[in-house]
Every structure is written in C-alpha cells, then in structure tokens.
C-alpha cells in the first residue's frame, strides 16, 4: 500500500531526515510512505507562481498514485493544522482514499483558538465561549481541529491520534502519533 506522507515537515531544513524516518515506519509496517520532499523537481529559471504551479502538479499526481494518506494535523501558524496539508487530507478523501492523521498537541481545538488570541483557558477545561472577540463562532465539537478534517478520518474508520510534545524543537519532529497511524493502517480491519 502506498501511503503519502503529508504534513508541514516539508519547511523544516531536516525535512529529508524526517521524510527518510516516516519512510522507514512505513517500510516497518509493511507499508510503501511517499514522501512529497523527496521528488526533485528543477525550478530554475520559473518564476515564483510557476514555481508553485510545478510543485502542486508534481503532489497532486503523487497523491493521485497512493492508496491512503497519513496527515500531520499538528498546529502550524496558528491554532488549526497546516493550511496545505489539510487540502492534501480533503483530496485523498474525496478520491475515497482512507485518510488517517494525527496531532502532537493534546489541547482542545477550542482552548488553541482561545490562546491564539491571547486569552486564558478555561479554568478545569470547561466550555469556552460561544465566540471568539472578532465575534465567530468557536467550533466545539470534541474534535482535534476542524470538524470537516475530523470528519473525514471518522468516516474512513479511523480516531486521530493525539499527544502532547512540549518541546518546540519535537513538536514536528516527534513521529510516535505517526507510528501509531502507520500500525493502525497496516493492521487488516475485521
């Protein structure tokens, strides 16, 4: 089964070394991992949207090739997951695809809504408010993110598996959230 491997280790200047390690899981699980760092695409001379262009293309058609996808959900500039990788999730999706994802942070999408802002948990985890100050609404759906991303990998069969890494320099680095995934995956469902 090959799997593509997304989430927003692509921008960290380790990302071989990481891609090379979720490749390894896979490869121990029984798994193919494809990992969209490791396509070398010759982007000289195209300007900046071309450039971009060409790298869509070049996922896409990965994409296109795999049998499942494992996304890491872990906030990314800002309180909800990488903006990419959730697309990555969504079209894996709509392929009928299974779409499996995981996030090395444990708070509730709620309580990081409310820390993006700056403003204080709520005292013993409780409900937060129904609006953030810009005056939207605050989704509160027990879910890790966005109820359409959590949605998804409930429909494929799958939880999103969580845990909290506190150090800032683990946070994308931590991959035993994708272990678990990577097992689950590879385990035939009776």
Same mark, same amino acid.
Request: with cysteine; net charge negative; hydrophobic share 40%.
């Given at each position: 089964?090959?799997?593509?491997?997304?989430?927003?280790?692509?921008? *960290?200047?380790? %990302?071989?070394?990481?891609?090379?390690?979720?490749?390894? +899981?896979?490869?121990?699980? /029984? $798994?193919?991992? #494809?990992?969209?760092?490791?396509?070398?695409?010759?982007?000289?001379?195209?300007?900046?949207?071309?450039?971009?262009?060409?790298?869509?293309?070049?996922?896409?058609?990965?994409?296109?090739?795999?049998?499942?996808?494992?996304?890491?959900?872990?906030?990314?500039?800002?309180?909800?997951?990488?903006?990419?990788?959730?697309?990555?999730?969504?079209?894996?999706?709509?392929?009928?695809?299974?779409? *499996?994802?995981? %996030?090395?942070?444990?708070?509730?999408?709620?309580?990081? +809504?409310?820390?993006?802002? /700056? $403003?204080?948990? #709520?005292?013993?985890?409780?409900?937060?408010?129904?609006?953030?100050?810009?005056?939207?609404?605050?989704?509160?759906?027990?879910?890790?993110?966005?109820?359409?991303?959590?949605?998804?990998?409930?429909?494929?069969?799958?939880?999103?598996?969580?845990?909290?890494?506190?150090d800032p320099a683990q946070i994308y680095r931590d991959l035993t959230g994708f272990e678990a995934c990577a097992r689950r995956l590879a385990t035939p469902r009776t």
């Open positions: 089964m090959r799997v593509y491997l997304a989430g927003p280790e692509v921008f *960290l200047p380790d %990302s071989e070394d990481i891609g090379a390690r979720k490749i390894e +899981i896979c490869r121990r699980h /029984g $798994l193919t991992g #494809v990992y969209p760092g490791d396509t070398t695409l010759d982007l000289s001379g195209l300007a900046p949207r071309a450039a971009g262009q060409r790298i869509y293309g070049c996922n896409r058609d990965l994409m296109r090739g795999c049998d499942a996808v494992i996304a890491n959900m872990t906030p990314f500039r800002g309180p909800s997951m990488d903006v990419g990788t959730a697309f990555e999730l969504g079209y894996l999706a709509a392929l009928g695809r299974p779409v *499996l994802g995981y %996030s090395n942070s444990a708070r509730s999408f709620p309580q990081r +809504i409310l820390a993006h802002f /700056g $403003l204080d948990p #709520v005292p013993g985890g409780g409900d937060p408010p129904a609006r953030d100050p810009l005056g939207l609404a605050i989704e509160n759906f027990d879910m890790v993110d966005n109820l359409m991303l959590d949605g998804a990998i409930l429909d494929a069969g799958f939880e999103v598996v969580t845990r909290q890494v506190d």
